[in-house]
């Protein structure tokens, strides 16, 4: 292996050299770790080895699993190769974070040559929950069967651990891994976060809220996951026929956008007046519903070619294009939000995505959504772009509208 000289931690964010990361111990009598918890295997500097490499715990075992040194906190091999590309996705609770997640995952792979990228899973026991989703609404035995995904737990294990450092707690955040590349340029390990919504709510006193969090201060491109048809002005005027679950969600969306980015400046001890440049992309959820009256029919026509991938800068100036049209679109009813974004960051893009392609359905009493109608539309996008601006750090003057 070529390791590389220094690793930052994808849970708390301490930096160390490759020398000092720890094994996890595989033997029944080593499963209480000080730090994990009690119900994690002991964390150990590995000093024996057998004849392949492997490390030995304590009993002997042979030891595969590695973990940060400071918050014990298991991470994929690969990042002691190549570096990390973290980025966050933030939004008010409802939003739709989970569902463009999951679909904008499984599209990216099966678009990813045509789009001149590449995608693959490292280790796949990290990115269990992503792989659940994925079968959910993709993978369902019956198309009539009912796919709503459970919503993110605030301090549910499933995207949070609980870790103990000199004494206090912190809530260590379980990111996605996968091992992405733009073309020919090197790869890289894209560490995705998902915060349940309520993270992010204005005057919010959610125990462990700061550290499970903080991964705001590393981010190289934040995803904002913004509702329209959670604003009364935009469903009255772009989809007066919608129905079903989230209209009456958070309206002051702006408030959350606004709450995010206080949160980076303080983590990375910037100007609180000045914009941001770290790279915005407001993902604009059920596009399927609205699209085609704030749009037109031809939004979501980025097509890869069928004998080459799409350069990045193809895919960079048509996703522009669009992106100009959906931010004048937002504009028009809901201006604060966009003011607020414009003010607050010199580097921001408008992708309108529809994860599921269609509207819950009404069925006993409750609105659901069946296996069989789901189709996605631009769900990729928003990584996508979220890559390639990570790569190669597009200007801000070729992403902002005056």
Not at 91 to 102: D, E, F, Q, R
Not at 147 to 157: C, N
Request: glycine share 8%.
């Amino acid at each position: 292996m070529t390791l590389r000289k220094s690793i930052i931690c994808p849970a708390c964010w301490r930096e160390f050299p490759p020398g000092m990361v720890k094994f996890i111990a595989t033997s029944e009598r080593f499963q209480a770790d000080p730090i994990a918890g009690p119900g994690e295997p002991l964390r150990f500097r590995a000093m024996r080895f057998d004849s392949l490499g492997n490390a030995l715990d304590p009993g002997d075992s042979r030891c595969s699993g590695i973990a940060c040194p400071h918050c014990h906190s298991e991470f994929p091999r690969v990042l002691l190769e190549l570096p990390p590309m973290p980025i966050s996705i933030v939004g008010a609770p409802g939003s739709g974070k989970t569902n463009l997640l999951a679909s904008g995952l499984w599209r990216m792979a099966q678009r990813a040559a045509d789009l001149g990228c590449s995608i693959t899973d490292p280790e796949p026991r990290f990115n269990t929950i992503v792989h659940r989703n994925e079968d959910m609404l993709f993978s369902a035995d019956r198309v009539d069967s009912d796919v709503t995904l459970p919503k993110t737990d605030v301090g549910g294990a499933e995207l949070y651990r609980t870790v103990h450092i000199n004494g206090t707690s912190e809530m260590a955040p379980r990111p996605a891994f996968f091992v992405v590349g733009i073309g020919s340029e090197p790869k890289s390990v894209l560490v995705l976060y998902d915060n349940a919504g309520e993270h992010f709510m204005p005057g919010s006193r959610i125990a462990g809220s700061d550290s499970a969090t903080r991964h705001l201060e590393r981010s190289v491109v934040i995803i904002v996951v913004f509702d329209p048809l959670q604003d009364r002005r935009f469903r009255q005027r772009f989809a007066p026929h919608a129905v079903g679950v989230g209209m009456d969600g958070h309206q002051r969306q702006e408030l959350v956008f606004s709450e995010a980015i206080a949160k980076v400046r303080r983590l990375r001890s910037l100007s609180p007046s000045d914009p941001i440049d770290i790279p915005i992309i407001v993902a604009l959820t059920k596009a399927d519903v609205w699209g085609m009256s704030a749009l037109g029919d031809s939004w979501a026509k980025v097509q890869g070619a069928s004998a080459k991938a799409l350069s990045s800068s193809e895919v960079l100036a048509q996703l522009k294009c669009v992106s100009d049209a959906a931010r004048a679109a937002v504009s028009s009813v809901a201006s604060e939000f966009t003011n607020t974004v414009k003010s607050q960051a010199s580097n921001s893009w408008f992708v309108p995505v529809s994860a599921l392609g269609t509207s819950p359905e009404m069925r006993d009493g409750r609105y659901v959504i069946s296996a069989g109608s789901i189709r996605p539309c631009w769900s990729e996008m928003p990584f996508v772009l979220a890559m390639y601006l990570a790569g190669s750090r597009a200007s801000p003057s070729g992403a902002v509208v005056d």
